[in-house]
């Protein structure tokens, strides 16, 4: 017997044998009616919430592109800064300099975090060692960036001088928590019926996680890695005390560098208008380079995606 | 060619449970053998002792004597080159999502290290071919991926993939408990040709299935092998009395 509350068996002559027939209409029709209220204010409110979302996004870029456009010119992207009173300038060597700085943060802060997210799906499963990485994580997440440029300060610094390499440093150890969690998060939505496939076919454990749970979770981990890159590319905190800035060109890791967020902060605190102005490009410039590096990694990583494929 | 298994003394744990006690089974070259039994009987288990695909669950645990032919398979071989050699088939299809058909066939032999063109492009075709897939799929080898196939499809592709590492014995868990009737019987075909070549051990609910394409069956019950014997003999008379209650629908 059906236990399903819906289901009306039918009598002889085809019509329900269980209920009489008007009041499971009626029943219906005002349920109907709740339903069909319910489903369009949840509809309506999941709508708000992504305008909610997507509004303060175009409102930054609408102001930024007003403020700032103006003031970018061929000269923005090609000269460094201006002595003070001098008008002109330009901003190449930060935006160098950020690139520079966020290298060198991409090539510890990835590998780091991806191998301690692996360690913590794969090999660490129910281990003492691993709950400890865990919450370190999750601490090293809530630490202010202040105090990460400040513990570099303190390590890579003090005694020594101010270095693009340990500007690197703090933006690094700002992306590992992300990157770690968001890696073992997507390899935890890799089904275990895909790593028995491959330890069926007599593939080793080293290899299964390589080639399969990687690979299979790389989406998801691809825009981990994104998401804590954007969140450091516009830090400044951590580089007040690492990177420091520079008004000359510098390509050197071991000599203070600039970078645009620290630009942006000297030139906006600054009593210039014209400088005001080249923060507001500055500002626009930055959240467009973050905008195109996002995107080029998403199509890169969507390339040869087979027809099919999940 | 295939080669028998013999299996002496067998007991495995899930964390405290004994799920299997003390199993004696020999399962002969080149024959199919089935194994029935209700849910939870051990059926799985056991058929995953003999890949040594038990022990990668952490908690579990298993003691006693897995022979392959001569090789006594928990003392004197590394787990992975036993799962080389002891293919197996799982309850629902588990293609590489992010793999093509080709890559997903070729996978056993690309993920160890394998890299010649002419010897995979021979395998995959060959392999499928086995499976009975090939004509269906051989003008997307490489464009499609192999989670886009029927569930049918790609079971075979999964059977495909197992015959690629040219294996001696084929383990098959319920391998056509998530197909419908076609695919079910395409599977069955596959087996009975198969069976020329390979050992074959296959799970099932379905007794039909068991009296169709194997030629001994073992009925377990409860952790514990009650009965083994042609399938001719357990179906038409058991000495048991609970294997005759069980396939005659008394229970389970």
């Known amino acids: 017997m059906s236990t399903n509350p819906f289901h009306v068996p039918p009598g002889g002559d085809g019509t329900p044998a269980r209920a009489p027939i008007n009041m499971r209409s009626r029943w219906m029709r005002i349920n109907s009616a709740r339903r069909y209220a319910v489903n369009h204010l949840i509809s309506g409110l999941a709508l708000l919430s992504t305008i909610l979302v997507i509004v303060p996004l175009v409102a930054i870029l609408v102001y930024l592109l007003y403020k700032g456009a103006s003031s970018l010119n061929l000269a923005f992207f090609t000269h460094i800064p201006a002595p003070v009173g001098e008008p002109g300038g330009g901003m190449a060597n930060a935006m160098v300099g950020s690139g520079i700085v966020l290298l060198v943060a991409s090539l510890m802060g990835i590998p780091v975090g991806i191998g301690a997210g692996v360690y913590l799906a794969e090999f660490g499963r129910g281990k003492a060692l691993a709950s400890a990485v865990r919450f370190t994580a999750d601490v090293l997440n809530g630490v202010p960036s202040i105090v990460v440029g400040i513990a570099v300060f303190g390590l890579l610094v003090e005694g020594r001088h101010y270095s693009a390499f340990a500007g690197g440093v703090a933006l690094a150890i700002m992306m590992v928590p992300t990157i770690t969690r968001t890696t073992e998060e997507m390899l935890a939505t890799v089904p275990h019926a895909i790593r028995e496939a491959a330890l069926g076919l007599g593939v080793p454990k080293w290899r299964t996680v390589l080639s399969v749970s990687l690979k299979t979770a790389s989406p998801g981990i691809i825009t981990g890695c994104m998401l804590a890159f954007a969140r450091v590319a516009g830090e400044t905190a951590p580089l007040l005390f690492t990177a420091f800035g520079n008004q000359f060109w510098s390509l050197s890791l071991t000599q203070p560098i600039a970078a645009l967020p620290l630009q942006i902060y000297a030139y906006a605190i600054s009593p210039y208008d014209e400088w005001h102005r080249l923060a507001w490009a500055g500002s626009l410039v930055l959240i467009v380079m973050i905008m195109v590096s996002v995107t080029l990694v998403r199509i890169y990583a969507s390339r040869g995606m087979l027809k099919g494929a999940s | ?252």
């Open chain 2, 1 to 252: 060619m295939g080669v028998g298994i013999n299996v002496e003394h067998l007991n495995a744990w899930y964390g405290t449970t004994h799920t299997l006690q003390d199993i004696n089974l020999r399962l002969p070259a080149n024959h199919a053998t089935a194994l029935i039994g209700p849910s939870g009987c051990g059926k799985s288990t056991f058929v995953r002792c003999l890949n040594r695909m038990h022990e990668t669950n952490p908690i579990a645990r298993a003691t006693g004597v897995v022979k392959m032919g001569d090789l006594d398979i928990y003392k004197d071989a590394d787990p992975v080159e036993i799962r080389r050699r002891i293919g197996m088939v799982f309850q629902r299809p588990n293609p590489f999502p992010t793999m093509s058909i080709y890559d997903n066939v070729a996978s056993g032999l690309k993920l160890n290290g394998f890299r010649n063109r002419a010897v995979l492009d021979e395998t995959v075709e060959r392999s499928l071919k086995s499976a009975a897939l090939w004509e269906e799929v051989k003008d997307d080898l490489k464009k499609k991926s192999g989670a886009s196939l029927s569930g049918g499809q790609q079971q075979r592709m999964c059977i495909a993939r197992a015959l690629a590492v040219d294996p001696e014995v084929l383990l098959m868990d319920e391998p056509a408990s998530a197909l419908d009737p076609v695919s079910t019987s395409k599977i069955e075909d596959l087996i009975f040709q198969l069976k020329s070549q390979y050992t074959i051990v296959i799970v099932t609910h379905n007794m039909q299935q068991a009296a169709r394409v194997a030629e001994n069956t073992g009925f377990f019950l409860n952790g514990k092998m009650v009965e083994f014997d042609s399938t001719h003999k357990i179906f038409t008379n058991p000495k048991d009395k609970r294997t005759e209650d069980y396939i005659t629908g008394r229970f389970g």
